[in-house]
């Protein structure tokens, strides 16, 4: 078995037993296991990176072995340059919401649990599926332990969020599910990515095979204007399922993008740049605007998720160097910072029982290092240098320029509503004179919230300081991808 | 073609008969209330015969016997063995229920269970039109009796006046588009009629019109829409034990009855008869997702469930031939026998469930019953979800491997309307998944109505958790009994 297929099985199996030790009165145990589980998945990605061959552009730790034989489905797995950083930002987030859930969750703990490491596997396995029917098993699969986990430990409006979230990613994905049938018989009888990047398309093909991906990874980024289903979706889900929807899930999107949509529709893609740029834009500027006018925090940070997710797509569309490696670069950061600002809010939200901005203000006077962190976060959300959001936004903003001055000038301002809408929620909920009673009864964070924030806060500052060992992978694949895209597909 | 005069093709079908017979005799005997004896050999004759035709069936052979009337194919065989299983699962889920609910007062249930399978044999194994009614005639019958099986319980009386006189009319169908096959090829042996059809000598109206009537029979028999009034009630009001007994293997029958009829028989009318389940598909799929929402009764919602399910077993069967070109047939019907398979195995753990939490006097039928399902047995509710959520389609469970390859089939026939039709269909699965999902978050989301542990014998027990872990297991790794429908349909194809 290879380390890929440990990746995801580990983290599988430990659920699979979660799943198996029953009930409460063994919360303990169970919090334990669940901690070893996603330990030793994280362990078990570390020699990915430790063996990884930068600088190649080809898969790496490629198994294959065929699958439904029907279908000439393959398991076949591997990683590039582009995938090898969300297998380890997984496992990582993993652990860390298997901790920050450590008290907060007392009812049916193991359930919880759980369905994290399940949903931790699948998730590996979409960012490793190289076969698009192993990759779209993997997506699909996600949705039941985080359709779970929304309806279970979420909040009083949880099962309109769970439903909304079900139904709207399943459209996409179904739409996508008739492209990826398509593709098959058009490719005679395969369901082998790299073949398929390789077939030749005519143009109207190319366009319906683009719009029926874009179903699908639009929703999952989410693209303006079908991101309204991740408000909601965020204000009901429990801080982990928060955490983890925003850090990874939404990455499953964009890859999608990368892996699919690009590759396989190079000319449709070209030929609907502008719309999308236009529709990232929209998504950077006006849901940024949205953003600064929110009262529940969860809400806000919600649209600012959507406004730095508009950053990827316009990198992305921009067929550069410096936008497709920014892009993967804001990706990667923006699981570290929006997986912070959701614990941060969560950290409150245990204590208070109020997502409400009016129901803080002072908060930094009976919690001065919880508010440090959070400080720390909200900096790298609005993109201060030297923190990890500042090295994404700015590769993205030198693409976009170098591509059009306007658009690049338009992403930029984003930023200034990035900073405003981040700085004002600081400025409401942490500084200033303690605002109630509740406010004055906060203690700061225990040893175990202590540990949750300076991981994340380590992971922040180390990529925003020397994002080297970030970019270095990922160059040779990217160029290897753009190159790949530039080229025509239409038949001769 | 091998012909073979002997016994052998019908051995297990002699001994369903005889030992059916014996337990009814010897049942007079049974003092128990769980009539543990009578039980026990019907769960050892349901285990041997399904060894037997798994044993033939593994072969991969085919076999005409007692002059073309009866085939023994691995499709059959196959057929055979999961229908003779899918009663035995059926049985353990049910003995308790009915046990609680005076139904073993005698031995009928497992008596006319086992007729009811050997009636589902004889059509699976028909090759010949009366052979098929006759197996058909068989099935029905014992039917009507064991939905009516509580005579003084009002609802499951009125099923079963309705399932009586729509079941007699839908035959009545059937035997008249057989007569008009009768007549227009002077043959009622399937391989002859095929010869005369492919010949192309025949009066193409009068063989229409027993082709339409031929399909409307089917259709009722699976309950696709506009035929499909029967089911809701049925489903509702038979007892929970007979209703699996309807919906589970029966569909098998249904199923081989309409290869043997349309594809052995009538392959040559393709375009026609494909035509005719294209609208009954599309109706399905329609009617029975828009109206599963509306319900509030389990039983009921899962019978406008299988409406829609239904439909998507015929979009494989209408997938076969394209302007003639039967090049993609095995692969078409492979894929709804795949679907029909899977089907019944989840609908069995489904209603496994439901059987589970009926007490003496409760029913637990209601969506409302389910609620905090999680919280009294995580065990049970994760079997009910897997049931679910695969019927919805969702990777990774067999479910959704059906659907694919069903879509796969009508896009790779290339047919004008496949991409539309394939639109339609996942749009469709979609509403399904709503309604799936809601009984879901009934098990998961709601608090318990009651703080009762939910027990189970061990025997229902294990087979249930069994049930849902293939459920699953067959999800991650579907590939061998797709490759065992294939093989066996392309054997079939091939004689």
Not at chain 2, 62 to 68: K, M, R
Not at chain 2, 75 to 99: D, E, Q
Not at chain 2, 204 to 224: E, I, R
Not at chain 2, 274 to 297: D, E, P, R, Y
């Amino acid at each position: 078995m290879g380390l890929l297929s440990l990746a995801i099985w580990v983290p599988i199996c430990f659920g699979a037993v979660l799943l198996a030790l029953g009930r409460d009165e063994h919360g303990n145990a169970v919090r334990w296991v669940a901690l070893i589980g996603a330990l030793v998945s994280l362990a078990v990605t570390l020699p990915i990176y430790g063996g990884f061959e930068v600088g190649s552009a080809a898969l790496q730790f490629v198994e294959k072995t065929p699958w439904i034989d029907r279908f000439n489905v393959f398991y076949h797995l591997g990683v590039d340059g582009i995938s090898l950083w969300f297998v380890l930002l997984t496992a990582f987030i993993t652990v860390i919401v298997v901790i920050a859930g450590w008290e907060v969750i007392t009812e049916r703990v193991n359930q919880y649990m759980g369905a994290f490491l399940i949903l931790s596997g699948l998730m590996i396995g979409v960012f490793t599926a190289m076969d698009a029917m192993l990759f779209y098993v993997f997506f699909e699969a996600t949705l039941i332990p985080m359709y779970l986990i929304i309806g279970i430990w979420g909040g009083p409006n949880k099962i309109y969020a769970a439903f909304k979230f079900f139904l709207y990613t399943l459209l996409g994905s179904l739409l996508m599910l008739v492209a990826l049938i398509y593709l098959y018989n058009a490719s005679g009888g395969s369901f082998d990515l790299i073949a398929w990047h390789k077939l030749p398309l005519a143009g109207n093909v190319q366009a319906l095979l683009f719009f029926a991906f874009f179903a699908a990874f639009a929703v999952k980024v989410p693209m303006w204007p079908v991101h309204t289903w991740l408000p909601d979706v965020h204000v009901e889900a429990p801080t982990g399922g928060s955490a983890v929807l925003a850090a990874i899930m939404l990455k499953l999107g964009a890859y999608g993008f990368l892996r699919f949509s690009m590759p396989i529709a190079p000319d449709a893609s070209h030929e609907y740049a502008g719309f999308m740029i236009a529709l990232s834009l929209i998504a950077v500027i006006y849901v940024g605007l949205v953003a600064m006018v929110q009262q529940d925090m969860k809400k806000l940070v919600a649209y600012s998720s959507v406004a730095h997710m508009g950053f990827v797509t316009l990198g992305f569309f921009i067929f550069s160097d410096l936008g497709v490696s920014g892009a993967i670069v804001q990706m990667i950061s923006h699981g570290f910072v929006s997986g912070a600002m959701f614990l941060s809010i969560g950290v409150l939200y245990d204590r208070v029982h109020s997502r409400e901005i009016a129901s803080y203000g002072g908060v930094v006077n009976t919690m001065p290092k919880f508010a440090a962190f959070a400080l720390l976060f909200a900096m790298a959300n609005c993109g201060l240098p030297g923190t990890a959001g500042f090295v994404g936004e700015w590769m993205v903003i030198l693409g976009a320029v170098e591509y059009n001055f306007w658009i690049g000038m338009a992403a930029a301002t984003a930023l200034i509503f990035g900073a405003a809408y981040t700085l004002w929620m600081v400025k409401r909920v942490y500084l200033g004179a303690i605002a109630n009673e509740d406010v004055r009864n906060l203690v700061d964070i225990n040893a175990r919230e202590f540990l949750v924030m300076a991981l994340l806060a380590i992971a922040v500052l180390y990529m925003g300081i020397y994002p080297k060992p970030f970019t270095d992978v990922m160059d040779a694949s990217v160029a290897d991808l753009l190159q790949h895209v530039a080229q025509s597909k239409l038949p001769k | 073609m091998i012909e073979q005069f002997g016994l052998a093709a019908l051995y297990p079908e002699i001994l369903l008969c005889v030992m059916a017979t014996l337990i009814m005799l010897l049942d007079l005997a049974v003092k128990t209330p769980q009539r543990t004896l009578t039980y026990g050999l019907s769960m050892l004759t349901l285990a041997i015969v399904a060894w037997m035709e798994a044993d033939a069936a593994g072969q991969g052979a085919t076999f005409y016997s007692f002059g073309n009337m009866v085939v023994s194919d691995p499709m059959g065989g196959w057929l055979k063995c999961f229908a003779a299983l899918a009663t035995l699962v059926t049985l353990v889920y049910g003995r308790p229920y009915a046990a609680d609910r005076d139904m073993l007062r005698g031995g009928e249930l497992f008596t006319l269970s086992l007729f009811a399978l050997l009636g589902m044999f004889v059509m699976i194994s028909g090759n010949h039109l009366v052979v098929l009614y006759l197996g058909l005639e068989l099935l029905t019958l014992t039917s009507y009796a064991l939905v009516a099986m509580r005579r003084d319980h009002a609802v499951a009386t009125e099923a079963a006046m309705k399932y009586f006189v729509l079941g007699a009319l839908a035959s009545g169908f059937l035997l008249y588009g057989m007569s008009m096959l009768y007549g227009a090829t002077g043959s009622l042996d399937i391989s002859t009629i095929f010869r005369a059809v492919a010949s192309g000598q025949i009066n193409h109206q009068v063989l229409m019109l027993g082709v339409v009537f031929l399909v409307a029979g089917l259709a009722f028999k699976f309950g696709v829409v506009p035929f499909h009034m029967w089911i809701p009630d049925v489903y509702q009001g038979a007892p929970t034990v007979v209703t699996l007994m309807i919906g589970g293997a029966p569909k098998l029958a249904a199923f081989a009855m309409t290869l043997r009829l349309l594809v052995e028989g009538l392959l040559p009318l393709a375009m026609d008869w494909q035509q005719m389940l294209v609208v009954l598909a599309v109706a399905s799929m329609l009617i029975g997702n828009l109206a599963a929402i509306a319900q509030t009764n389990l039983k009921r919602m899962l019978a406008f469930s299988t409406i829609s399910q239904m439909g998507f077993v015929l979009i494989g069967l209408l997938s076969g031939v394209v302007n003639g070109n039967t090049a993609a047939a095995a692969n078409a019907y492979s894929s709804s026998m795949f679907y029909i398979i899977t089907y019944v195995l989840t609908t069995l753990a489904a209603f496994g469930v439901i059987l589970l939490l009926a007490r003496e006097g409760f029913e637990s039928e209601e969506i409302a019953d389910f609620a905090g399902l999680n919280q009294r047995s995580p065990l049970y509710a994760g079997v009910m979800s897997v049931c679910l959520f695969s019927l919805a389609g969702i990777p990774p469970l067999v479910g959704f491997y059906a659907k694919l390859s069903v879509l796969q089939a009508l896009i790779a026939s290339g047919q004008a309307l496949a991409i539309p039709l394939v639109i339609f269909a996942v749009l469709m699965s979609l509403i399904g998944a709503f309604y799936y999902l809601r009984v879901i978050k009934v098990m998961y989301f709601d608090a318990p109505l009651t703080a009762t542990t939910v027990s189970a014998g061990a025997d229902v027990r294990v087979v249930l958790s069994l049930n849902g872990a293939l459920i699953l297991l067959l999800g991650i790794l579907p590939g061998g009994l797709m490759a065992l429908c294939a093989r066996a349909i392309v054997t079939t194809l091939g004689t």
